[in-house]
């Protein structure tokens, strides 16, 4: 990498250590996870880090990130070997999602819309036909799913949403209007959560795929935004689309919420997938300043020697490891298979979010006027950071949960200290 148009060394190569120390490690990553962590690493180095400043200056879609994400077959980590992915779960998600996200969080984004977005929730909940249709799609590349689930008037509140199916002989007719779709100007498919008929609050929530080519869906319009300019995120406006029955992903039943339920556990594996990039941008911010503070120098010897500045490396570190440590806890207890549980992934996403706000504010400080400056990552990575702060669920609303949790007497999974 170029620091004042000096050429300092690249972050390191991932060492895969074989001391006792990594031998009694928990979280060691076996030997297909270190495979998929060298091949996200030399895709994000190769392909997303060159061209990463150029998608946030022109806020264009990123092809060539997509390109190189597809030819490497990554984005089929998820999907079942039957459809034509690799049958992986959410640790080798939160692998990717953490090297990619560690050059550039708007190419990331694709990955985790791709394996931890729809596809997942079609994998697990939908028909095989369904199956059939799309999961090959999403394994391939071929096609960018997205997802529908905030209105203007429903975002943490998602329960007031206003998205309704009306009933249209065997199948249905969507009208609704969703707010903040990411990806949704590109791509093929959203999974919608609606109204279906006769229902309010929790109750009758469920999900429908709508092919984006289908009559009556409408692109209204994509946000301008601080950061994450790569992956735009659009307002889809739906005007009587046409649902046939099996485009029917979860019915919503209008006595119950369990259905919303089962929505709201998926989405989960997409906030271990926040959390993942959260973690791989603070990560690369601290690389950055770590070969910065080697190479600036201040009367003569580099800044860091200065132990104010040691102090804050040691904070970043420290704050990265322990939302990596929260991590790969939700995403362990999640089993090859699984979904990740909700107390442990809201501890993780939230921990993430603020971690890397910490850190990435902490690593514009390190460069100084030079970190403030476009010409250089950091300050890329605090505005990506600052939109997955806010995307799946607020740190807020995750830290509304735990508390509610935690005061009735939830107790994470860790190592038994309650018992
Ligand atoms: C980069 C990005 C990508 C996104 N991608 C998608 C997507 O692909 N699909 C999709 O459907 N949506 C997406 N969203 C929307 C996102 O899910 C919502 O923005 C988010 O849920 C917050 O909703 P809101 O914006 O309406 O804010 P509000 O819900 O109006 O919240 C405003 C503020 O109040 C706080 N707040 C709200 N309720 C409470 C409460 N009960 N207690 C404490 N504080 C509270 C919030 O944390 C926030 O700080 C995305 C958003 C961003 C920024």
Redesign the pocket.
């Known amino acids: 990498m170029t620091v004042l148009g000096e050429t300092i060394a690249c972050p390191p190569e991932p060492v895969f250590a074989t001391t006792l120390r990594d031998m009694n490690n928990p979280f060691a990553e076996n030997e297909d996870q270190q495979a998929l962590r060298t091949l996200a690493r030399d895709v994000a180095m190769r392909d997303l880090a060159p061209m990463a400043r150029h998608w946030d200056e022109t806020e264009e879609f990123p092809e060539g990130s997509w390109e190189a994400i597809r030819k490497a077959g990554l984005f089929g980590i998820t999907v079942d070997e039957k459809y034509g992915g690799h049958g992986f779960g959410d640790i080798e998600a939160a692998i990717v999602l953490e090297e990619l996200g560690r050059v550039d969080v708007s190419s990331a984004i694709l990955a985790q819309?791709t394996f931890n977005?729809p596809p997942r929730a079609i994998q697990h909940l939908g028909s095989e036909e369904m199956k059939e249709r799309w999961l090959p799609m999403a394994a391939s590349g071929e096609a960018l799913f997205?997802?529908?689930?905030?209105?203007?008037?429903?975002?943490?509140?998602?329960t007031q949403m206003r998205a309704r199916l009306t009933p249209d002989g065997n199948g249905y007719r969507l009208n609704g209007y969703?707010?903040?779709?990411?990806?949704?100007h590109r791509a093929r498919v959203c999974l919608v959560?609606c109204r279906f008929p006769e229902s309010e609050g929790a109750k009758g929530i469920g999900a429908v795929l709508v092919d984006l080519e289908s009559d009556g869906v409408t692109i209204a319009g994509t946000h301008v935004?601080m950061?994450?300019r790569g992956?735009s995120?659009a307002e889809l406006a739906f005007d009587d689309v046409r649902i046939e029955p099996e485009d029917v992903l979860s019915v919503g039943d209008a006595t119950s919420s369990e259905t919303f339920k089962t929505l709201i556990a998926h989405i989960n594996h997409e906030r271990c997938g926040n959390a993942a990039m959260c973690v791989g941008a603070a990560q690369g911010s601290l690389e950055y300043a770590i070969g910065y503070m080697n190479e600036r120098t201040i009367g003569g010897k580099p800044i860091a020697e200065l132990q104010g500045l040691q102090w804050k490396i040691a904070d970043m570190a420290t704050q990265i490891e322990g939302a990596r440590l929260l991590l790969l806890r939700a995403v362990h207890l999640a089993g090859p298979h699984g979904t990740p549980p909700a107390l442990e992934t809201a501890m993780a996403k939230s921990a993430a979010n603020l971690a890397a706000k910490f850190v990435c504010d902490e690593a514009i400080q390190l460069l100084g006027g030079y970190g403030y400056s476009r010409e250089y990552p950091v300050e890329r990575a605090y505005r990506d950071i600052r939109?997955?702060c806010?995307?799946?669920?607020?740190?807020?609303?995750q830290?509304?949960f735990i508390g509610s949790q935690v005061l009735r007497g939830a107790v994470p999974a860790s190592a038994g200290w309650r018992k």
């Open positions: 819309l977005g997205c997802i529908g689930i905030s209105e203007t008037e429903a975002g943490s509140a998602v969703k707010n903040y779709v990411t990806g949704g959560w935004k950061g994450l992956t995120e939109g997955l806010i995307g799946a669920g607020t740190v807020e609303i830290r509304n």
